[in-house]
């Protein structure tokens, strides 16, 4: 992937279930108003997804063929959560419950012969410690429940060697209203922005430090991120 890619995509989900307004994409929406608000020259682009395995599949490998973003960034509803919670790591295995459409992926499976669990690049523990939005609880997690949305973030990770994260949001309500919602995931994204930004430089760092022990005999072993 292009370290040099200045495109973040941000996508959200659709309607499924008794869930006719997702607070995922409504969240997006906001946050595609105002924009990632840094100094930095990353454009951003949201798209939503369906709630649907099969589409998910080609649209996700798609972001990562045509635009390959320097980030990509998946947002969720988890119905039942009270904070919004950042995922660490999507899983292979369990896909079991259908989509819109009545599909479950074969056998649960979201690519044969892929490894179990594909972890983040970016440390969800350390930005979830990190951002302070006033009237929201960010938590931390490494189990992404097995449904659309985990499924969309192992495809992710995969494509993108490890440059995609999920987010999941709450129901709306009148405490958590879709503008704050959309700030939260502003502030949420520029930490993570940070983070990525700081690894690649340790990176870097690690391969000049190889390169140049490697010319007097005497390779160290380099951080691999």
Not at 8 to 20: E, I, K, N, Y
Not at 83 to 105: H, M, S, T, W
Not at 134 to 144: H, I, K, T
Request: hydrophobic content about 40%; some cysteine.
């Amino acid at each position: 992937m292009d370290s040099q890619s200045s495109c973040v995509v941000v996508t959200g989900f659709g309607p499924f279930r008794q869930h006719l307004v997702n607070s995922s994409w409504e969240a997006v929406k906001e946050l595609s108003k105002l924009g990632l608000g840094s100094d930095r020259e990353v454009e951003l682009r949201t798209l939503q997804l369906p709630v649907d395995y099969r589409e998910v599949k080609q649209r996700v490998t798609r972001i990562w063929e045509d635009l390959q973003p320097q980030l990509a960034v998946h947002v969720g509803l988890d119905a039942t959560a009270k904070a919004i919670v950042l995922e660490q790591c999507g899983k292979n295995r369990g896909y079991r419950d259908a989509d819109i459409r009545g599909f479950r992926p074969d056998r649960g499976v979201c690519l044969p012969h892929g490894p179990e669990v594909i972890t983040s690049r970016v440390s969800m523990k350390t930005v979830s410690r990190r951002v302070a939005v006033e009237g929201v609880e960010v938590a931390f997690s490494r189990d992404a429940g097995r449904y659309v949305c985990d499924y969309a973030y192992y495809l992710s990770l995969h494509h993108g060697n490890g440059c995609a994260v999920l987010v999941h949001v709450p129901p709306l309500s009148r405490w958590l209203p879709a503008s704050l919602l959309g700030k939260a995931l502003q502030v949420i994204i520029q930490e993570m922005l940070e983070e990525t930004e700081k690894a690649r430089a340790q990176s870097l760092v690690c391969r000049k430090l190889n390169l140049g022990d490697s010319s007097q005999g005497e390779p160290i072993g380099g951080l691999l991120l």
